[in-house]
Structures are given as structure tokens and as C-alpha cells.
């Protein structure tokens, strides 16, 4: 049963710290995506990419943002230093260009105090 | 204005009824529609996939998509408690980045 791996499930850190999630997209996808979900914003597009090449990332707030594949099984995005206002459930999702489709995996809660 | 509208509700239902769920959207060139359903505490999970317009059926599940009044649906018939969940429309033109509805937070009462 194929589907997108997320680590960690739950963070809490202070702020100021770094805080990097980790997302393993399907085996064979070929566009990854990052999602934050919260109350108020709904799920918002932070980042995505294609054959591991980052193809918008107009969604996140550049200054301490940042998102990479180091391979194609691996997924990272990075908030340094973090603040309380990143509180959020960040999604990794994964797809195949072709056909259109997205599938994500669990979440990560972040809590930032 | 937001691209898509979704009334976030909350929407609650008896046991068997018929549910109906609505996003509207301003962007023309959206062709592809989808449904998710999302648990809480989970991550969303697709349930309905639709190309431009027209009716798709999945077990108790349909999806409708009017593109002359940019307007989708998701019914869901003989709903069930396990059906309580929150669902997202989302849209794309084509190019693999959807825009996702606030979502509509259902509860079927047994």
C-alpha cells in the first residue's frame, strides 16, 4: 500500500529554534508538494516541485523558509529561526504530472512557543 | 474574493440522508476537480477526481461539475457516521497546482 511518509508526526520547539520536516513521496511520483493547514488560512501552497526541481515557492515567506530534494526520495522543508505564527499542520503531498492527482501524506503538527 | 468558495459550515445530518456539498469558483480555466476527505488529525485523502464537466459516480458518492455556472457538487447518498469528516474541493487549470475550498466540516448523527 504505497503512500507519502511524513517525520516527524509532532514537533513543539521554542522560538527561535530550526525545525526541519522530512516527507517521502511515493515511489514514482515525480512532483512533490507542501501544504500548511491551519483554522483561519485553510491549506495553503508553500512550495512545489518537479523531477526535484523546485518550481514555485511563492507561497513561503522566503526569509526563513526554504525547501529542497536532496533525492528523489526525500523531501525536506526548513523554518529558520521559527516563530509562533508557523503554528500549523504542514502536508507533504506527492503526484504523477501526468494525471493530475495529489495524495498526501499525515502531517506534521508544529508548534511553536 | 477567493478562487473557490466553500461554505465551511458546519453541515449536520441524520443517518440517511442525502448530503449535499457546493464549491464555486471564478477561474475559467480550471478543467480538473477533485474531492478530499479529511479526518481529523489526518492528512486529506482523494475521493472524487473529475475532468471538466459533467457526472461521476462512486458507490454512494457523485460528483457533479458545471462549468457554465463554475459550480461543483459532491453528493453523498444513505450517509453514514463514518462519512463525518471534513471535505475539500480543489481545482486546477491543468498544471498540477490545485486551490483548495476552506473545507465543509459534515457530521452524520446516528
Known amino acids: 500500500d504505497a503512500r507519502v511518509t511524513q517525520t516527524p508526526r509532532h514537533k513543539v520547539t521554542e522560538m527561535g529554534q530550526e525545525v526541519t520536516m522530512r516527507c517521502q513521496p511515493i515511489?514514482?511520483?515525480?512532483?512533490v508538494f507542501w501544504y500548511r493547514q491551519t483554522m483561519m488560512q485553510g491549506l495553503e501552497l508553500l512550495a512545489y516541485?518537479?523531477?526535484?526541481?523546485?518550481?514555485?515557492d511563492s507561497g513561503m515567506p522566503k526569509d526563513r523558509f526554504s525547501a529542497e530534494m536532496p533525492d528523489a526520495t526525500l523531501a525536506t522543508l526548513k523554518i529558520q529561526p521559527s516563530e509562533p505564527r508557523d503554528s500549523a499542520v504542514y502536508f507533504c503531498?506527492?503526484?504523477?504530472?501526468?494525471?493530475?492527482?495529489?495524495?498526501f501524506g499525515p502531517g506534521t503538527r508544529l508548534t511553536v512557543t | 474574493q477567493k478562487e473557490v468558495e466553500q461554505d465551511p459550515g458546519p453541515l449536520s445530518v441524520p443517518e440517511g440522508a442525502i448530503v449535499s456539498l457546493n464549491c464555486t469558483y471564478s477561474?475559467?480555466?480550471?478543467?480538473?476537480f477533485m474531492w478530499y476527505r479529511q479526518y481529523s488529525r489526518k492528512g486529506p485523502e482523494l475521493l472524487m477526481y473529475t475532468y471538466s464537466s459533467g457526472n461521476k459516480e462512486d458507490g454512494r458518492f457523485t460528483a457533479q461539475v458545471d462549468k457554465s455556472s463554475k459550480y461543483i457538487s459532491l453528493f453523498i447518498r444513505d450517509s453514514q457516521p463514518s462519512d463525518s469528516a471534513t471535505y475539500l474541493c480543489?481545482?486546477?487549470?491543468?498544471?498540477?497546482?490545485?486551490?483548495f475550498g476552506q473545507g465543509t466540516r459534515l457530521t452524520i448523527n446516528p
Open positions: 516541485f518537479r523531477n526535484r526541481a523546485p518550481l514555485d
Open positions: 503531498a506527492s503526484g504523477l504530472e501526468v494525471v493530475g492527482l495529489q495524495y
Open positions: 515511489l514514482g511520483h515525480n512532483t
Open positions: 477561474n475559467s480555466a480550471f478543467q480538473y
Open positions: 480543489a481545482m486546477s487549470a491543468g498544471a498540477q497546482k490545485l486551490v
